[in-house]
T-cell receptor, first 110, second 118 residues
Framework: RKEVEQDPGPFNVPEGATVAFNCTYSNSASQSFFWYRQDCRKEPKLLMSVYSSGNEDGRFTAQLNRASQYISLLIRDSKLSDSATYLCVVNPSGTYKYIFGTGTRLKVLA | GAVVSQHPSRVICKSGTSVKIECRSLDFQATTMFWYRQFPKKSLMLMATSNEGSKATYEQGVEKDKFLINHASLTLSTLTVTSAHPEDSSFYIC??????????????FGSGTRLTVV
């Protein structure tokens, strides 16, 4: 089993739609979780950290389910500019190393 | 916010030559920096952890003599791809974070270096 798994997509959704991505992780001791966004041929940029209580930033909501070992990202009212690859990132406990998922491609269509 | 600068953004070199990539933390000191490689449509793979003042820690399968890392100051780490071959062509990205913040607030990435070996 991969340490971090994501559905590669692509998810093609119309503007204004709500879309959700899940990401599963294998190390139950993992403590830190993040969603990064990566545009084509660019570096990843932090979208949001994922807290145990869940967190929301505008149209974006991230949640953590420790029992089932997954994190989720919900995007409401999708914009064309949301088109990108969304990377799930897990930081295993006791290390400074990030483990990246392969990313989920999102294409928002006009 | 934390800013990480990476240079060059793009380089084309001939087989057998060496290429040096720089990663700088502009507004903070980084005792640790990370070097990643990303192949097209693949995820980022950690190559090594660069430690200021000591030897880098390489991930399994990464040749330390091929990918030389130097972290001589608290704001600069360099990755040198020695005797480059076409299979080394990839997107190389560094990341860093102010001490103690990476776990909670995430790491900042440099803009990446696209290496093409011809």
């Amino acid at each position: 089993r991969k340490e971090v798994e994501q559905d590669p997509g692509p998810f093609n959704v119309p503007e204004g739609a709500t879309v959700a991505f899940n990401c599963t992780y294998s190390n139950s001791a993992s403590q830190s979780f993040f969603w990064y966004r990566q545009d084509c041929r660019k570096e990843p940029k932090l979208l949001m950290s994922v807290y145990s209580s869940g967190n929301e930033d505008g149209r974006f909501t991230a949640q953590l389910n420790r029992a089932s070992q997954y994190i989720s990202l919900l995007i409401r009212d999708s914009k064309l500019s949301d088109s990108a690859t969304y990377l799930c990132v897990v930081n295993p406990s006791g290390t400074y190393k990030y483990i990246f998922g392969t990313g989920t491609r999102l294409k928002v269509l006009a | 916010g934390a800013v990480v600068s990476q240079h060059p953004s793009r380089v084309i070199c001939k087989s057998g030559t060496s290429v040096k990539i720089e990663c700088r933390s502009l507004d903070f000191q980084a005792t640790t920096m990370f070097w990643y490689r990303q192949f097209p449509k693949k995820s980022l793979m950690l190559m090594a952890t660069s430690n200021e003042g000591s030897k880098a820690t390489y991930e399994q399968g990464v040749e330390k003599d091929k990918f030389l890392i130097n972290h001589a100051s608290l704001t600069l780490s360099t990755l040198t791809v020695t005797s480059a071959h076409p299979e080394d062509s990839s997107f190389y990205i560094c990341s860093a974070s102010p001490p103690g913040q990476g776990d909670s607030y995430g790491y900042t990435f440099g803009s990446g270096t696209r290496l093409t070996v011809v």
